[in-house]
Every structure is written in structure tokens, then in C-alpha cells.
């Protein structure tokens, strides 16, 4: 076995509800655009085009219970999402075997540094500066599919400080997650560990230190996450 010129990086886990053990993660990737009412308020037209993802690191999944805003930005904003984690993968997977994949549900949020993301844009870059950065994806404990089943309809929402921000339905979504699962495969190898952000209902809108985001899914429950 050969040694390592460095140390290695640690593995980065999520915690499982009610077990001790824990979900390592290999790759996260995110949907853009899977909610209609969204894509109006980002300026796209919510007809069913062709899905598109990009994608965050893995030890950018926070599991601290805090987001820290982030520097080099005056304009971050939350999407609240639905994490799902995989148990297993392959290439070319059918949409009636895709959710046999699934290890379990979370909820979690895709913090966005707005105005980083939008010089992007305008540039044609990609958009790593924006979504990729330290923290950005607060997440909560797995449910695992035994626990909760497979979540196809569920309110989701996100208030600010007791306000209502966020609301929508996971059956909004544009593309569901056994779609997503199977055209992800088509170009990707997908794994053990792998993660898919499902996309966020509309109201996105900013945050500022001091305030609380409060996020909530039928069937996972609800979170606190107070900005730091």
C-alpha cells in the first residue's frame, strides 16, 4: 500500500437520526430552477426544460446547526431545500428503479452569495464563487427511508425572524427526485454518499447577521439556524 505525501483530508459525515452512526458524503449536487414560482422570480421561463445542476463541495454540508455569513459578499440569500442521500448508484439508472438508491431525506438550505452568483452570470462563468463556499449548505440529521418513506409531497417553508419567507410543495417540483436521479446518472457515475439538492420553492431573499432562519418539512420535521 503505498504511503500518502500528505496527510489525509478528513472524511466528511452527516448525522443519522437516531443512530449513532453517520452518512459520509462523496459529491453534492444541486438542482437549479425546480420550482416554477422560482424560476419566474429569477427571470426564467418555468416551462419543463431540460434539468441543469451544479455542484457545492462536501465539506460545504454543515451539520453545526449555525450559518456563518460569509465574506466578500453584502448580499446572501437562502433557499431551503430538501437534501437527498444516496446508498448506492450506477450510470444509466431507470426512473422506476432510481429511489431503490435512496438512503434517507434532510432538510437543508443552498445559502447563496446573490451577488457574487449574479457578476457570474453576467461574465458566462460558473457559478462556484457564488454557491461553493465554506458552510454554505446547513443541513440537518438524515431520516432515513425506513423512518419516513419516500417524501414525494410535503409543505416546505422557511421564515426569517418569524416571518414567513418561503413557502411551497415538494409535488411543485418541476423535476422529481427519481427524475433527477436518473438523468444525473446519464452523465455522472453516481456512488454511495452521493447528495442531491432538490431545489427551492420562491421567496428567496437575503439575510443579515443577528437573524434566524427557522425551516420546516412535513415529515422531517423543523430546524433553527440562526445567522452568525
Not at 18 to 30: D, E, I, K, M
Not at 154 to 171: P, T, V, W
Not at 172 to 193: C, H, N, R, T
Amino acid at each position: 500500500m503505498p504511503a500518502y505525501a500528505i496527510a489525509l483530508p478528513p472524511v466528511v459525515t452527516l448525522p443519522v437520526a437516531g443512530s449513532s452512526a453517520v452518512f459520509p458524503v462523496r459529491r453534492v449536487y444541486c438542482i437549479g430552477r425546480n420550482y416554477a414560482a422560482h424560476a419566474i422570480e429569477m427571470g426564467h421561463d418555468p416551462d419543463r426544460e431540460a434539468p441543469f445542476f451544479f455542484q457545492k463541495n462536501p465539506n460545504n454540508l454543515d451539520a453545526s446547526g449555525e450559518f456563518v455569513y460569509p465574506e466578500k459578499s453584502t448580499d446572501v440569500h437562502h433557499e431551503v431545500e430538501m437534501a437527498v442521500m444516496l446508498q448506492s448508484g450506477g450510470c444509466n439508472i431507470p426512473v422506476s428503479k432510481a429511489l431503490s438508491h435512496v438512503f434517507g431525506y434532510a432538510l437543508s438550505l443552498d445559502m447563496t452569495r446573490r451577488d457574487l452568483q449574479g457578476e457570474q452570470k453576467k461574465l458566462g462563468r460558473p457559478w462556484e464563487i457564488g454557491k461553493a463556499f465554506e458552510r454554505s449548505a446547513p443541513v440537518g440529521p438524515i431520516h432515513t427511508v425506513e423512518q419516513v418513506g419516500h417524501l414525494a409531497q410535503g409543505r416546505i417553508e422557511l421564515s426569517i425572524n418569524g416571518a414567513l419567507k418561503q413557502q411551497g410543495d415538494l409535488n411543485q417540483m418541476i423535476w422529481k427526485v427519481p427524475e433527477m436521479i436518473s438523468y444525473l446518472s446519464d452523465y455522472f457515475k453516481l456512488a454511495a454518499g452521493d447528495v442531491i439538492l432538490s431545489g427551492t420553492p420562491a421567496g428567496v431573499g437575503p439575510v443579515v447577521k443577528g437573524d434566524v432562519m427557522d425551516i420546516a418539512l412535513d415529515g422531517l420535521g423543523a430546524m433553527t439556524i440562526p445567522v452568525t
